[in-house]
């Protein structure tokens, strides 16, 4: 992933590809060297394939910025990510009681995980969120249609649609 959205062609460390690699696939591309629009664009990275995406598919998204996780609605395996040194049934004891309780503040979810969460993941979360990603299916008879659509609600409170696709 570090090759496919960095800007040059050296790659990056073992098991790395660049477009010297891409170029020579049986339908040739080259790497992107920005950032990733969207997750899908993980079938074309070399390494990734349909069963290890669909195993990451519920813990990833692409944003077109830099964002902090929602603790209050990160799955357990994100937390952890996040929080390396917090013990796996903190964060699932978190997990549990934030159904009934979200927290309230990024200092209170960092407190509630315990003493080991306050390094450096503190910044990388938060207790809202600002990007949605909202899918719509239509169904009347034999005809169904979808969409997907990524949708920003900025602190203003007005709301903008980044981006949407058909859904096959």
């Known amino acids: 992933v570090v090759d496919w959205i960095d800007a040059d062609s050296d790659i990056a460390g073992f098991g790395g590809a660049e477009d010297a690699y891409y170029l020579s696939r049986p339908k040739p591309y080259r790497a992107a060297n920005q950032p990733m629009q969207q997750v899908e664009e993980l079938y074309r990275i070399y390494g990734f394939d349909a069963k290890v995406i669909a195993r990451l598919r519920p813990l990833v998204t692409t944003l077109p910025v830099r964002t902090a996780i929602n603790a209050n609605t990160a799955p357990e395996a994100v937390l952890a990510a996040v929080f390396p040194d917090v013990p796996t049934a903190a964060i699932a004891a978190f997990a549990a009681d934030r159904l009934a309780k ?15 969460a306050a390094g450096a993941g503190v910044n990388a979360i938060d207790v809202k969120s600002g990007w949605f990603e909202v899918t719509v299916t239509v169904a009347q008879d034999d005809v169904r249609l979808a969409t997907d659509a990524l949708v920003r609600r900025a602190d203003n409170g007005a709301s903008a649609i980044i981006w949407r696709r058909p859904r096959f």
């Open 102 to 116: 979200p927290a309230r503040s990024r200092e209170e979810a960092v407190q509630r995980l315990g003493s080991k």
